[in-house]
């Protein structure tokens, strides 16, 4: 062999070992970071609820009201809504709560018993419970969850027109509901995620339900925002007194997470 085809063969080899060096990985996907220790998050919402069923005081006839999510600015006089949840490991606790005042007026069939029938209603509920995932990894988790329902609610019904006329009823309730579901997320990417709960219960109501599901955007380690629609009834009687309703609407969220 000549030294000539001695060189141009070392050459070859040479360009060879560093074209395959250069050769790009394809890049791994990039896992969600999980956090160690306590976790904490923060989230005022807004919902915006309407309501439909059945509302009754003693010594009137129960009233039916029907307004949906496209009332809400008629019928929502005054809203307040926050959740939180502290996470440790596969162990949460879990917290919410809802305070609305809600109006509506409307026709009653025939106008017998009365031409028109007003209902104000003042609304809060809370729920506090603890949880244990069932499901936990790097890009989701699935929790069980338990705990109770606490409502209370102040409601006037006023009746004009018709037999009933000038009739005006006014009952506070308060009652507690056991409850039990599944609540979970999972992030498509770092930054896009989907949340959903389903609980059901009862105790002082004969049933006690809540279901939502919403999706969301993670900015940083601090801020998220999240879109979503929740429904919730409850069915409570006691002497005269009725609450049967359900209320559902889309809501609107922002966390905080420390």
Known sequence: ???AAVIIA???????AEGADMTPLAPAPTPVQTPSGWTYTITPYFWG???SGDIGVRGLPPAHVNADFG????????AAMATG???????SIVGDFVYAKLSNDSATPRGIVANNVEVTSKIFTGFFGAGYALLDEPNGHLDIVGGARVWSLDTTISLNGGILGGARGESTKTWVDAMAGLKGN????????????GLV?????????????GLGYKFNDTFSALAGYRAMGVDYRDKGFVF??????????????F
């Not at 009332?71 to 005054?78: A, H, P």
């Not at 049967?244 to 997470?257: A, K, R």
């Open 1 to 3: 062999m000549t030294y």
């Open 10 to 16: 070392a050459t070859l080899r040479i360009s060879l």
């Open 49 to 51: 609820l309407g309501i």
């Open 71 to 78: 009332d809400i600015w008629k019928n929502l006089d005054f």
């Open 85 to 91: 949840e502290a996470r440790y490991d596969r162990y």
């Open 186 to 197: 999972y992030f498509f990417t770092p930054q896009i995620y989907t949340t959903g709960w």
């Open 201 to 213: 219960g009862g105790g002082g109501a004969d049933v006690d339900w809540d279901v939502g599901a």
């Open 244 to 257: 049967d309703v359900t209320m559902q609407g889309p809501m609107l969220g922002l966390s905080i997470h």
